[in-house]
Every structure is written in C-alpha cells, then in structure tokens.
C-alpha cells in the first residue's frame, strides 16, 4: 500500500479534489441588474441555488482595480509587517490560515474588517493602516454596498413585498452589522505531485449574514453546492471566475427571512497550484436586535415559520462558536 503524507506546509489544511472542467458551472445563473426582468431572475436563482452573478451593475473597473492592486501590495509585504495589522480584538484584523476560533484552517490570509453605517472601514479596526489602501477599500466598500442594496430592493420586488426597501434597510440601517473580508490565496505549487488535489483555501460553509457579495481577480477557485448530486445529495461545481461581475451568495439569515424559499449556499473555495486569488466579499447583516423570522407577507394561509425565533446577534454569537462546516441553522430549526 503506498501512504502519501502531506507536505508539511499543508500539514493541517484539508486537500480536496482538484477541480477538473467538467465541474465548471456553466449555467451559472447571470442577471443583468440595469434590465427590466432582473427582479424575477434574482427570485428564481435564489430559489434554486441561492446563489448568482450580477453584471449590468455600474461598480466602475477603476474602483474594482484600485482596491485590488492596493490588496497585492499589502499581502506582499513581508510576513512581520502583516502580522502588525493582526486583529486587536478577534476576528477583525490580519489573519493568515486560521478561520475563526474554532480550529478552522485554510491556504489563504486574510483581511476581515468592519464596516460602519457610512458604508466606510470602522475607525475601530486600525488596519489597515496604509491610507492610499484604506481610501481604496472605502470606495470600493460603499460601492459595493450599493449593489447589495440594489439586489435586495430587486429581491422585495421579485417577492411581492409591498414595501421595497424590506430587505434593503436590514444592512442600511443605524448599528446594521456589516463586516468586509478580503482573501489572499497564493498559489499551493508544493501540492503539485500530488496528482488531483489541491489545498482547502476556504472551507466549506455557509454565510450567516443576509447576502455577501463576492468580487475576484478573475483566478478560479470558488465552489459552490447544488442539488443534483443524486439521492439527494449535493454535487460541487466551480464557478468560472469574472473579474468584472459579482456573485451573490444567499446567507442563513435570508433563507430564514423567506422560510426556506431561498437557499443559503453551501461553499468553498480551492486553491489554484499557479495563480493567486485574491477576493473581496461585502457581508450585509442587520443590526443585532433585528428579529429574523419569515416575513408575513411571505408565509401562505397557514404556512408557519420552520425556524424556532431569534435575533441576528443570538445567531451570530451561535455562529461563532460554530466549526466552518457546520449546519448552524440547525439548532434553529423546529
Ligand atoms: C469558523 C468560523 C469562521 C466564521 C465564524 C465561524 O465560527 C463560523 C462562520 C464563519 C464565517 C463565514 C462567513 C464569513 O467569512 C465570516 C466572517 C462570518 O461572518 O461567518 C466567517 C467567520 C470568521 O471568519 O470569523
Ligand atoms: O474568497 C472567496 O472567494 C470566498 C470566501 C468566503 O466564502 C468567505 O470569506 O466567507
Ligand atoms: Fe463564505
């Protein structure tokens, strides 16, 4: 029997299979936000996959290519200077391989930052600390945001629910709780020999906010969970990567907010043995005292709610004590 043992920088990262072409997700749901019909075509992708790429969205390339040329720079910095932008106070800061507390690993390093309502970097995270990068992930975060209030009106109109900013005012409001995550993963060359597989960059999870808008370099690497993979099972399929849209990832808390009418994607994201990946996520959550129950007008005669009541924060704080992979809605269900 021949044992292959992990090279050693990998030697706590989880290998995946390495994907192939025919895992490429062609049919990846695309809708045009600046075209009449964008409403109904962002319902019918959540509905199926939870999941979607935005185009038509006006967010200028000149944003998108400042901020990421600013974040090279950064992740090219030597490995001490980085880890001075560590977190001050858990999550936010420099991390690098470890997700979260719980003893989650990947072959990335990271930015995670807050947001405040300004739709700007929260003075209460210093990193990071050069200016020409924070004004850039400034311009790019309020942009960003525009698109996810965009999508969400798109979504209440798609939905039927009278008031358009339903959705929308969860991530606009006073205290709402928006966090901004860029992902660096360098390229994995010590897996090469080992015939198929790649390193874990991001494991596989779901997001527990209402949406997260995703933005790459254009390098592959993100997978998302449909159904289809026989007896019931899921199948994972890569994304083809466009560094001139979005994707749109349905979190937990929409999927609760509409009773299991759209599905909060499952995910990952694998590391590419030659190119790096660099990746910006927005992630809109409410503020911590919002209710997250299905909206009334979207629960038939009789229909009553599948999850048990809570508050975002009461999720999120059972959130993070949660590994990656786990169903953290599962302890919400009834
Ligand atoms: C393992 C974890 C990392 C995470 C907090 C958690 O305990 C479970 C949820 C994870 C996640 C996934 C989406 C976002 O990247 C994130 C910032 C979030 O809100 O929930 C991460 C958390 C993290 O990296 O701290
Ligand atoms: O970096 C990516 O492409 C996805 C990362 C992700 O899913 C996350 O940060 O929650
Ligand atoms: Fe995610």
Partial sequence: ?????????????????????RDSFAAVPVVDLSRPGAARAIVDACERFGFFKVVGHGVSPDTMDRAESEAVRF????QADKDRAGPAYPPFGYGSKRIGLNGDMGWLEYLLLAVDDSAS???SCAAPSN???????????????KVAVRVLEAMAEGLGIAAADTLSAMVTEQGSDQVFRVNHYPPCPALQGLLGCSATGF???????????????GTSGLQIAIPGGGAGAARWVSVPSDRDAFFVNVG?????????????????????????????????GPPLAQRIAPLPELLG??????????????????????????????????
């Avoid at 992740?75 to 030597?78: D, G, K, L, S």
């Avoid at 200016?131 to 945001?145: G, T």
């Avoid at 009773?259 to 590391?271: D, E, I, L």
Wanted: hydrophobic share 40%; proline share 5%; glycine share 6%.
């Fill in 252 to 284: 937990d808390s929409l999927q609760v907010l509409t009773n299991g009418r759209f599905r909060s994607v499952k995910h990952r994201v694998v590391t590419n043995s030659l190119k790096s990946r660099v990746s910006f996520i927005y992630f809109g």
């Fill in 1 to 21: 029997m021949v044992v292959l043992a992990n090279p050693p920088v990998v030697d706590q990262i989880p290998l995946l299979r390495s994907p192939g072409p």
């Fill in 301 to 334: 005669e009789g229909e009553e709610s599948l999850y048990k009541e809570f508050t975002w924060g009461e999720y999120k704080k059972a959130a993070y004590k949660t590994r990656l992979g786990d169903n953290r809605l599962a302890q919400f269900e009834k």
């Fill in 75 to 78: 992740f090219a910095q030597a």
């Fill in 203 to 217: 494991g596989e999870h779901t997001d527990p906010q209402l949406i997260s808008v995703l933005r790459s370099n």
């Fill in 121 to 123: 970097l929260s003075d």
């Fill in 131 to 145: 200016a020409a990068f924070r004004a850039a992930l400034n311009e790019y975060v309020a942009a960003v945001r």
